[in-house]
């Protein structure tokens, strides 16, 4: 005897199941004109992917391939038993909720990055960097060195900072030093 729970999950499930071959197509097409477009930039290739990925939740409410069944109504073409739906939903949250967690501590090593982060004041920056922070960016954005940091990174959307490991200052030339302000610069452009 299947609870509304069971027949909750086999709904779910079902619909996963009978949406995939309709996901799989949407993406091979995607696939297809992002090759037919060329050297498209990395914006355009985004905004394709990006689409493609917000159409995903409207496929359910496409018809499904399906047989017809009594009374000319469309039975979906997989059926889930009921005793597979609830650990099928399980184990998708078991997964769904690691990368949750993979998520939230990554938040929270940026968190702690951006706390241990120092300003590097304005007048020891060159010029030419002075210049890309004011041409290049509507957004007021720090520069900052941080003794966590290995690499250059760009942190924050609301309050964007370039994170600049501290041998950067001593080691870099001043054209090195543009060119990796440059580079994260446009990271926070695409934010």
Same mark, same amino acid.
């Given at each position: ?6 027949? +909750?999950?086999?709904?779910?499930? @079902? ?5 995939? !071959?309709t996901?799989? &197509?949407?993406?091979?097409?995607t @696939?297809?004109?992002l090759?037919l477009? #060329?050297? /498209? ?5 985004? /905004? ?5 990925l =917000?159409?995903?939740?409207?496929l359910?409410?496409?018809?499904? !391939?399906?047989?017809?069944?009594? @009374?000319? %109504?469309v ?6 038993? #009921?005793?597979?739906a ?9 997964i =769904?909720?690691?990368i949750? /967690? *993979?998520?939230?501590?990554?938040? &929270? ?9 120092v300003p590097i =004041? %304005?007048?020891?920056? !060159?010029? *030419?960097?002075?210049?890309?922070l004011?041409? *290049?960016?509507? *957004? %007021? ?10 690499v250059?990174?760009? +942190? &924050?959307l609301f ?8 041998? /950067? ?5 001043p054209? %090195?030093?543009?060119? +990796? ?11």
């Amino acid at each position: 005897m299947n609870t509304a729970m069971q027949v +909750v999950a086999q709904n779910v499930v @079902a619909g996963v199941l009978n949406s995939l !071959p309709t996901g799989i &197509g949407l993406a091979i097409l995607t @696939a297809v004109l992002l090759r037919l477009m #060329g050297q /498209a930039s990395a914006s355009a290739r985004f /905004a394709m992917w990006f689409s493609a990925l =917000a159409a995903l939740p409207l496929l359910a409410f496409l018809h499904a !391939p399906g047989v017809k069944g009594s @009374a000319n %109504q469309v039975q979906p073409g997989i059926n889930v038993p #009921g005793s597979w739906a609830i650990p099928a939903i399980a184990l998708w949250a078991f997964i =769904a909720g690691g990368i949750l /967690a *993979r998520i939230v501590a990554g938040i &929270g090593r940026i968190s702690k990055i951006r706390r241990s982060c120092v300003p590097i =004041a %304005q007048e020891s920056l !060159p010029g *030419r960097v002075l210049e890309l922070l004011s041409s *290049r960016s509507p *957004r %007021q954005v720090e520069v900052c060195t941080s003794k966590l940091m290995q690499v250059p990174a760009a +942190v &924050g959307l609301f309050r964007p900072a370039i994170v600049l490991p501290e041998w /950067a200052l001593n080691d870099l030339s001043p054209d %090195q030093f543009s060119a +990796v302000i440059s580079h994260e610069l446009a990271h926070l452009q695409r934010w």
